[in-house]
């Protein structure tokens, strides 16, 4: 068997984050920082396998479609450097794109939500992935094929910043210099996504650059008054395997059976999580504007950690 140069570069970097990981979780263990529960980290594990199963039954499917596509290219970037920096930084938005369809269409947020579902963060939360993304995915992505990318180069670049995405899921590292804070996605600003409190649902989407945030609205900084809590609003109570995969499908379903017409029905579907029919829960955004103005009447800005039962 032969081994490309993009092979071994993916694998180093993938055994760095492996390594990475049990140093972490060595020093939890050591400085009784409770990072990590048994469980919690196998569920991790479990899912990963899970994501990486789907991975491999799509992969001919995915690269036919990049390949083929690439067919009909607009363009060509001849160029090295201005190709691969054009290929990562319209990869990593059209990521965001994805990832923000995640959170605010209900369906696709029934998928993702098994990446949220820990209500701790560390480096193994970055393998509890969402296991059917590899099922929609590659149409996010076409358009790289059309503005004239190979489906290796695009794949290439998806491995590599995938794995600076596992690399933020740490409570180790404190907040960084101002000037890659403000660029960059950070571990400060990835404990924000994967929290629960009201003020940061929803935010900070970006896998690599954390600048779409900033130009489209999504963006919220780590404030030390409002301590962060992990997990879903929601946490299901059934902490199995099979029901973190499929616990959203099974509330999406009974949303979609008890609304009274057809209309309803395509809103649980496709609307935000949290939308109902007759107003009796509230999505993200509803929840964030009560919020500042209690803040702005109070003139304080604290815990917006909420009860959702």
């Not at 993916?10 to 048994?38: P, R």
């Not at 450097?81 to 269409?105: E, K, N, R, S």
């Not at 690399?167 to 629960?196: D, W």
Request: charged share 15%; hydrophobic share 45%; proline share 3%.
């Amino acid at each position: 068997m032969k081994f490309t140069g993009s092979d071994i570069s993916v694998g180093t970097l993938f055994s760095f984050v492996i390594v990475l990981t049990i140093v972490e979780m060595y020093f939890s263990y050591a400085h009784d920082k409770k990072l990590y529960t048994k469980k919690d980290t196998w569920t991790n594990i479990y899912l990963m396998f899970c994501a990486i199963a789907v991975n491999l039954t799509m992969k001919f499917a995915t690269f036919y479609l990049l390949d083929y596509c690439y067919q009909f290219r607009w363009f060509q970037i001849h160029n090295a450097w201005a190709y691969w920096i054009t290929l990562v930084l319209a990869q990593d938005f059209l990521y965001w794109l994805l990832h923000t369809t995640g959170h605010y269409v209900r369906f696709f947020w029934a998928m993702h939500v098994t990446h949220h579902s820990s209500a701790h963060f560390n480096l193994t939360t970055g393998f509890r992935s969402t296991v059917f993304e590899p099922l929609y995915r590659v149409f996010f992505y076409l358009p790289l094929a059309f503005m004239g990318f190979t489906a290796m180069d695009i794949l290439f670049a998806y491995l590599i910043t995938q794995i600076y995405g596992n690399l933020v899921h740490t409570r180790s590292v404190g907040k960084l210099h101002p000037i890659f804070e403000y660029i960059f996605v950070t571990p400060s600003h990835h404990r924000v996504h994967h929290a629960c409190n009201i003020r940061y649902l929803d935010k900070n989407m970006g896998m690599v650059l954390i600048l779409w945030d900033r130009m489209f609205g999504t963006f919220q900084g780590e404030l030390p008054e409002d301590e962060i809590k992990y997990g879903l609003t929601t946490q299901p109570e059934d902490t199995g395997a099979f029901n973190i995969i499929f616990h959203e499908f099974i509330a999406l379903s009974k949303d979609v059976k008890k609304a009274p017409t057809f209309w309803n029905k395509l809103g649980y579907i496709f609307n935000p999580p949290g939308w109902s029919h007759d107003g009796s829960s509230k999505i993200a955004k509803q929840l964030q504007k009560e919020l500042q103005e209690t803040e702005k009447t109070t003139s304080k800005v604290g815990n917006s950690v909420k009860s959702f039962g």
